[in-house]
């Protein structure tokens, strides 16, 4: 193990944390719902949206910090061409090695994945046009160290952006009790729940400024409306069991309840996403 292995062996704060611990089967299905998250459409617009607007150009260098599976590979590449200069880190390595062959398939030559921590980012100061984060400040906190180091590797006049969501469903149930265990199992499973709603305060005391946020509406009226919802909400249930998340029994009963209100048409679920952006002064 690598000095940067080692300092990111203790981040058990987080359902994150106990990736690497875990055997390879559950860390593909967890892989499996990064997938489909990626194309959920309101995280999918506040990704790309948050990209657009990092003032990258062709040929720019741009730092992924905590890029799981490499979800944002492909839009980066329609942003900078297909030589793109990006970099990644994650401390999961099965999601580094996934990241790897997603480039490889790409043709992403210039692109590398590393096994790497937001908190400690492994890179010289002022090395990247922008840097961003999509889904991490939630599970790598605290907050602003990740955000102060996203500064940090950016040269000065780059953006820092990120995306973030609130974990909370809006969710149909004939049992509040049983909508109130789920969500607890997200509440439980990150380190910072609320940091989305936090976000431009988080960037300015990172030292970043003229920061623009936004906000994204996720909804579904069907389980099967987009494979996000199953994937989140019916099959990593047993995931959060074995994590001591929530019980066996109250686990099948929000599955059961999900199935039931979605077959007879009467399932709605929601969730907000945030996304902001903001510059290094030069
Ligand atoms: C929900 S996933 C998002 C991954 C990717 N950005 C995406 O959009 O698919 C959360 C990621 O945070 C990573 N993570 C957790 N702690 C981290 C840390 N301290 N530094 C960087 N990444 C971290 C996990 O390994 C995982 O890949």
Known sequence: M????????????DFFGTLNGMPP????????VLEAMRTEPAL????????????LAR???VLDAG???AAALPDL???????????????TTAFVAAARELAQRLGATAARYEIGDIRNIPFSSEEFDAAFCDKILIHAGPAVVALAELARVTRPGGRVGAVEWLPYFAVSTSRPDLATKMNDIFRRAVYDFGVSVNLVRYFHEAGLSDVQARAYLAHADSLDAHPFWRAFLVQQMPLFVQAGLISEEDGNAVVADLEALSSCGEF???????????????
């Open 2 to 13: 690598d000095a940067q292995e080692s300092s990111t062996a203790a981040w058990g704060s």
């Open 25 to 32: 089967e559950p860390v593909v299905a967890i892989g499996g």
């Open 44 to 55: 999918q617009e506040a990704r790309r949206t948050m990209l657009q607007n990092l003032g």
């Open 59 to 61: 040929g720019g260098h």
């Open 67 to 69: 890029c799981g599976t």
């Open 77 to 91: 590449l329609e942003i900078l061409g297909p030589e793109g200069r990006v970099v990644g880190i994650d401390p």
């Open 268 to 282: 709605s679920a929601s969730f907000v996403v945030q996304s902001a952006v903001g510059t290094k002064p030069a």
